[in-house]
């Protein structure tokens, strides 16, 4: 193995490969070489990490492939049900495009809780979601209020943030929408649309496995 020592531009080496790196301990096949602006990081003769003019290759595990946001639409929604019911213009969906992939879904929303009637102001924020054409799960959820604190209106602004690992089949859409109901009868819920700077959005992000 040559080396050069240069007074003006330093130690170089021959390049070598992967399978046979110019720098290396005593293991023969893994080590660094190098390419053409390409450095290289190999073990047991095979390329594990490259940086390139263009950047880093290699490296996948909890990379971030791809962002889809969404504000809400359908303008404010309300609702008095003590049931699972949708909110409007609360819902977005997803196309991985690796396999095991996971999914980051922040819900931001506005929500107010007006209650006249009596001491009950609990209300729960649900995230469902759905593979391909499958059922509706329920993954995560927050209350948002207060038991007996008296009447009033309540406003919240907060965000649901959950790391989901669901099951699909690459092309597969996943879908992720918001469902709410309240304790008890008496109050109703409020979700704003658009009240700046009080919105509600959704943002998912497919973080490689």
Request: charge should be negative.
């Amino acid at each position: 193995m040559a080396f050069i020592i240069d007074g003006t531009t330093g130690i170089a080496t021959v390049d070598g490969s992967v399978s046979a790196p110019s720098q290396r301990g005593q293991d023969s096949n893994s080590g660094i070489s190098y390419a053409a602006d390409t450095i290289k990081f190999s073990t047991n003769g095979v390329e594990r990490m490259a940086i390139t003019n263009s950047g880093i290759t290699g490296i996948t595990q909890g990379k971030l492939l791809q962002v889809v946001s969404h504000l809400k639409t359908g303008g404010n929604f309300t609702t008095t049900s003590t049931s699972n019911v949708d909110v409007t213009g609360m819902s977005k969906d997803i196309t991985p495009t690796a396999a095991s992939s996971k999914i980051k879904v922040t819900m931001s929303f506005d929500a107010d809780i007006d209650n006249s009637t009596n001491n009950t102001s609990v209300a729960f924020f649900i995230i469902d979601r759905q593979v391909a054409s499958g059922s509706f799960s329920e993954i995560a959820g927050i209350a948002l209020g207060g038991n007996s604190i008296g009447t009033g209106n309540f406003y919240n602004s907060t965000a649901i943030i959950y790391l989901d690992s669901p099951s699909y089949t690459l092309g597969n859409a996943i879908t992720y929408k918001m469902k709410t109901l309240l304790l008890s009868s008496g109050a109703t819920i409020s979700v704003s649309q658009s009240n700046y700077p009080r919105t509600s959005s959704i943002i998912l992000e497919e973080i490689a496995a």
